[in-house]
């Protein structure tokens, strides 16, 4: 009964290729984040989600697209992926912007 | 720009200190979260608080949203082990319901 559940918990993948990342939450929520946490352990909000519209679109490369099927899920597609993409990249969920959220375990990105 | 200041970045103490984490801005927020992240999992939240001045306890940590909402601290009394981790702070800007700001964490190491 995973709250948010993320796939794949590690991906290992080349510089130039193209990789997704999904996200689910069973929580009943309105609202999905996703977050990258770079190697010091620093969170930045990327993208966020309300019934499936986009309501956040922080400074990140447009080789990021977020896709939200229905909103349950909030996935991310990764282009042309560099080496700085390496990361973790956590999916997240509220009940609305401004409530408490709730993250999912993250997913550990290598470019090689 | 890091709207959110953290401080200490690192705190290493012994079992059963008191300790003091600070999230200072010179920003005013609707509402700020505190998030305990242990290694390989996703943030987890503590609390919440809203109103300027409050303080909020949690066993044996203290939570306290500064009156002009711009700061808050995090006092954890007679610290054990279990403690340890990232604690994460994070804030809705006023009038930004659209902006989620992290601070960079601090990180905690309880010695036994």
């Known amino acids: 009964d995973t709250a948010v559940s993320q796939t794949p918990k590690y991906l290992v993948t080349q510089m130039g290729n193209d990789k997704s990342i999904k996200c689910e939450q069973n929580l009943g929520h309105d609202t999905m984040y996703w977050y990258k946490q770079d190697s010091k352990k620093f969170l930045k909000i990327m993208f966020s989600y309300n019934n499936k519209e986009l309501i956040i679109n922080e400074t990140v490369p447009n080789r990021f697209s977020p896709k939200s099927p229905d909103k349950a899920h909030l996935n991310l597609h990764i282009n042309s992926l560099e080496l700085g993409d390496s990361a973790v990249y956590f999916c997240a969920s509220s009940q609305a912007l401004g409530f408490e959220q709730f993250f999912g375990p993250g997913t550990r990105l290598t470019v090689l | 720009t890091q709207l959110l200041e953290q401080s200490p970045q690192f705190l290493s103490i012994q079992e059963g200190e008191n300790l003091t984490v600070y999230c200072n801005s010179s920003s005013v927020f609707s509402s700020l979260q505190w998030y305990r992240q242990e290694p390989g999992e996703g943030p987890v939240l503590l609390v919440t608080?809203?109103?300027?001045?409050e303080v909020k306890k949690l066993k044996r940590l203290t939570f306290q949203f500064g009156d002009a909402r711009k700061d808050s601290s995090l006092h954890i009394t007679a610290a054990q082990p279990g403690d340890t981790g990232l604690y994460l702070c994070a804030g809705e800007l006023l009038n930004r319901d659209d902006k989620i700001i992290f601070g960079k964490g601090t990180r905690l190491h309880i010695l036994p």
């Open positions: 608080v809203v109103t300027g001045g």
